[in-house]
């Protein structure tokens, strides 16, 4: 299987969740945001948004930079294959 085919198999797997659904949405329409403000915007807790985080970045769907000050800011990894799903 190609690597797309398999990154894109992993995704549908994952937005069978409808936090990880709502976090990936967020993310396509807003581009980067930060886990407090995905937490206020899907109202779930910062602990249940980034246990999703944390699954969406080993699937390789979601990834993070970090400012100075240690503050993460999540972005999509693949924005063109996530609109095509």
């Not at 807003?30 to 109202?43: D, H, L, T, W, Y």
């Not at 979601?62 to 999540?74: E, I, L, M, S």
């Amino acid at each position: 299987m190609e690597e797309r085919s398999y990154r894109q198999s992993r995704l549908c797997r994952l937005l069978g969740n409808p936090i990880a659904f709502a976090i990936v949405e967020l993310l396509a329409v807003n581009g980067e945001m930060s886990p407090s403000q995905i937490g206020r915007a899907v109202g779930r807790s910062l602990s249940r948004v980034s246990h999703t985080l944390a699954a969406l970045r080993l699937a390789e769907v979601v990834r993070y930079d970090t400012d100075g000050k240690r503050r993460a800011r999540y972005r999509l990894k693949h924005p063109r294959e996530i609109r095509q799903v």
